[in-house]
């Protein structure tokens, strides 16, 4: 059977840049085992399939799939499979706004595109708040893990910790880019998590860090960006900033290591002293299509 597929670039927006993704359209009728051997012929850090909806007044049912295993939830497939549907359905009356059914629950989209087609912006609500899951390794421990010394491990009030929504992840924070930028991910010390490392972005203004993802036993040995990770930082600057009450924007960048820069609106919402919401946003632009004959 021909099914189409359309890759794009994700949190940028330029082509050959960003997160690389792959969405497969008319996906009904392949089983999980099939979703899983295109994910890994793919072999990009996620693929997806689009599925008709459970309830109608959704635009989709999501699954989303590493080159190893399925997700319940990420964020660089949520943004580019909602700029793609938007771009299929210019018409509908809710084509801007919808609902995208995903294994943590239905996350509601805003969608806005480019005239000519070629990509857009996308920023979602995530329907469940981060959560902490523990302290991260000591330093000493960590440190062989990923190529550096314990001293280059924690910066400010940050230690390690682990945190998730979906995916979990062990944020480990490093005190500089330069750190940042010598690490190798030679063994994640969770099985079940991703490692994420942090630093402060000199570049930037305000809450702006530079951030590296690995996920070996995802079968991705580095991410470009990784939406889902950014979701969790979340409770990561929860726990260790000193943030006060309304709305907090955060700049992250990602894949500059890679040759794949990307970049990752995150905001926050505090309410009484709680995290009441958190949004990700960022742009996705086209580079293929095709026909897959499975």
Sequence with gaps: M????????????????????????????????AMQAIAAEFNLSETVFVLPPSEARHRARLRIFTPGRELPFAGHPTV??????????????????????????????????????????????????????????????????????????????????????????????????????AARSVQAPDPNDGLYLYAPDPEGAGQSWRVRMFAPNFGVSEDPATGSAAAAFAGVLMQFETLGEGTHDVAIRQGQAMGRPSEIALQLTIESGALRSVEIGGAAVIVSQGTLRV
């Design 2 to 33: 021909a099914r189409r597929f359309v890759t794009l670039d994700v949190f940028t927006e330029q082509k050959l840049a960003g997160n690389p993704l792959a969405v497969v359209l008319d996906a009904d009728g392949l089983d999980t085992a």
């Design 80 to 181: 580019g499979a909602a700029v793609l549907l938007a771009l299929e359905n210019p018409s509908r009356g809710d084509a801007r706004a919808f609902g995208l059914e995903e294994g943590i629950g239905i996350v509601p989209c805003v969608v806005e595109t480019l005239a000519d087609g070629s990509g857009g912006r996308a920023r979602f609500k995530l329907p469940a708040m981060p959560e902490y899951l523990g302290p991260g390794p000591e330093p000493e421990i960590l440190a062989p893990l990923i190529g550096l010394k314990p001293g280059d491990i924690g910066t400010g009030r940050h230690g390690p910790s682990r945190h998730g929504v979906g995916p979990s992840f062990t944020c480990v924070p490093v005190g500089s880019v330069a750190a940042l930028d």
